[in-house]
């Protein structure tokens, strides 16, 4: 069995930024499958488009790739700012 391998990404602009960002999407590979997924409101990942819809130029922010600590940052930066 494969190693999954996981790619974050922040998704900024419109005056966002990597330290401050809309949200996270992140792409999971694994035996020949990807997955894409967001990080929705319920603080849950949901299946999701951005990524695709980015490589193709159809998405209107920007997506800044992450290591998995800056990842781990914004995932709890957003928690927090959910839970308040």
């Known amino acids: 069995m494969a190693e ?10 419109r005056g966002k930024t ?7 999407v992140r792409r999971r590979r694994s ?15 949901r299946p999701t488009g951005i990524i695709a819809e ?3 130029d159809s998405f209107d922010d920007e997506l800044e790739e992450v290591g998995e600590e800056k990842a ?3 995932i709890e930066a957003i928690r927090a700012r959910r839970s308040n």
């Open 54 to 56: 980015w490589e193709y």
């Open 31 to 45: 035996e020949g499958f990807v997955h894409d997924e967001v990080l929705n409101r319920d603080l849950q990942w």
């Open 18 to 24: 990597v330290d401050d960002p809309h949200g996270i």
């Open 4 to 13: 999954e391998q996981v790619t974050y990404y922040a998704i900024t602009g």
């Open 72 to 74: 781990k940052q914004i």
